[in-house]
């Protein structure tokens, strides 16, 4: 790809122009469905060309990732999409959401390329809004700091009442992340070979050994009797959800344990993985 000599400040585009250039190369209107929603086919050649743009700005052009706040912003929306197996919403905040999931629960998208402080969360909204996720962009990769419940996030945020936003800092955000991850079920009254300092044996539900205690773990424990078997999204939630009820559903993502987008598992893409993914929202259990 040929690179044009730095542009002035003058003749670089504002970030809505660039947005709609690209859209146009895209061809949005072959993608956008009767009821407004961009198609699933599309969303990957968005995410991708998305991406290598806010990389060229940064590499090139040497623009700082906070000043690319719409682009930026596009770009997780398009990654959590993915992401969830869901559909992005063509006008942007339209509801208060961003991405509607499979299972039809609404999320708000928070992206930003801030190492540290906060994102808002409208209060104006909040009630059109089932889950939040928070998206951090470093270095050329964009992560999950946080999906989950939309409550549980505004619980742990301070209010600011002249903006009427929520505030929650990304510290804590991973902190809610941790401790949704690292839930595990608790069976009271239990026998077992390991003894525990506790009458509370913590156990693998439908199993016979101690629970894990990473996603990862988990991932392996409750598909262990199904390798080999190529599995769908959804059968893939409910086999988890079926040894372990009280984990967390934001957490189900296979792809983090495939070759997928970027994740928070070190699984992913090495021979420790758990899944090949054969196509969108199919899996082959390894």
Known sequence: MKIEPKASKDQIMPNDEIV?????????????????????????????????????????????????????????????????????????????????????????????AQKTGFVPVSSKTLHLVDDLMVVQYFDGAITTVYYGNVK?????????????????????????????????????????????????KTMQANDDFLSPKSNHEIFLSALKKHSGKILTTGEIKKIILKNFPDFSEGSLLPNDHAHGNKSSCSCAGTDRRIFDRIERGSYLVL
């Open 20 to 112: 709609t250039s690209i859209e146009r190369l895209i061809g949005t209107d072959s993608a956008i469905l009767a009821d407004g929603i961009i198609g699933s086919e599309t969303i990957q050649a968005y995410y991708e060309k998305y991406l290598d743009l806010v990389k060229l700005e940064v590499s090139e052009l040497k623009v700082k990732p906070t000043e690319l706040r719409h682009l930026i912003g596009r770009l997780g929306e398009f990654y959590c999409a993915l992401k969830l197996n869901g559909t992005l919403a063509h006008t942007p905040n339209q509801h208060g959401f961003d991405v509607v999931c499979e299972n039809g629960r609404r999320v708000s998208v928070k992206t930003t």
């Open 152 to 200: 549980r996030a505004v619980e742990a945020a301070r209010f600011y009442e002249p903006d009427g936003n929520f505030e929650l800092d990304l510290s804590k955000a991973r902190k809610l992340m941790n401790i949704d991850q690292s839930k595990v079920i608790t069976i009271e009254e239990q026998t077992t070979s390991v003894s525990l300092p506790s009458n509370k």
